[in-house]
T-cell receptor, first 112, second 112 residues
Framework: KQEVTQIPAALSVPEGENLVLNCSFT??????LQWFRQDPGKGLTSLLL?????REQTSGRLNASLDKSSGRSTLYIAASQPGDSATYLC???????????FGKGTHLIIQP | DAGVIQSPRHEVTEMGQEVTLRCKPI?????LFWYRQTMMRGLELLIY????????DSGMPEDRFSAKMPNASFSTLKIQPSEPRDSAVYFC??????????FGSGTRLTVV
């Protein structure tokens, strides 16, 4: 059974810092990996989607990498801003099945 | 595109009552997923459909839960009878087959 782990569970940093959120998964047979953002009391917003054949995706200040063989992904946030404060969720779409398996998330606070 | 639309946004009901949650996926998406989110367990996949056909309902917690997708533009998740432990946020998501997910805003269910 696929398991997804996100480290750290919580992170608080001052504004302007670059930071890295980590995600690991136990079964490397995946179709894709997706990073989401969730604000308190809100739904999930897709940030980046990485297909299994890709190594990384970039959107603005966000960069996500994927190392399928080692079962790891990282989300890099450059020049963090208070508006980046949210919970960030990593999810993998397993090979041979369609349902996403989610990690528990990293609760990020950017201090002004 | 209006995105994935869920209704109601909030539902408060008494134990033993029937609850019906509704979802309209993005037009053209052929996969639809129902998730439940709680603080303790995070996001859990309940059931998903491909081309309106239920594929995997192994995440449905009990027989009290049922889901239908009568056509490509509508799905329901029903709980009958509801119990306090069903209180959670229920999300619907849709995607193209093996593509990235788009989530709805969720339904916050409280069973008293």
């Amino acid at each position: 059974k696929q398991e997804v782990t996100q480290i750290p569970a919580a992170l608080s940093v001052p504004e302007g810092e670059n930071l890295v959120l980590n995600c690991s998964f136990t079964d490397s047979a995946i179709y894709n990996l997706q990073w989401f953002r969730q604000d308190p009391g809100k739904g999930l917003t897709s940030l980046l989607l990485i297909q299994s054949s890709q190594r990384e995706q970039t959107s603005g200040r966000l960069n996500a990498s994927l190392d399928k063989s080692s079962g790891r992904s990282t989300l890099y946030i450059a020049a963090s801003q208070p508006g980046d404060s949210a919970t960030y969720l990593c999810a993998v779409r397993p090979g041979g099945a369609d349902g996403l398996t989610f990690g528990k998330g990293t609760h990020l606070i950017i201090q002004p | 595109d209006a995105g994935v639309i869920q209704s109601p946004r909030h539902e408060v009901t008494e134990m033993g009552q029937e609850v019906t949650l509704r979802c309209k996926p993005i037009s053209g998406h052929n996969s639809l997923f129902w998730y439940r989110q709680t603080m303790m367990r995070g996001l859990e996949l309940l059931i998903y459909f491909n081309n309106n056909v239920p594929i995997d309902d192994s995440g449905m917690p009990e027989d009290r839960f049922s889901a239908k997708m009568p056509n490509a533009s509508f799905s329901t998740l029903k709980i009958q009878p509801s119990e306090p432990r069903d209180s959670a946020v229920y999300f619907c998501a849709s995607s193209l087959l093996l593509g990235g997910y788009t989530f709805g805003s969720g339904t916050r269910l409280t069973v008293v």
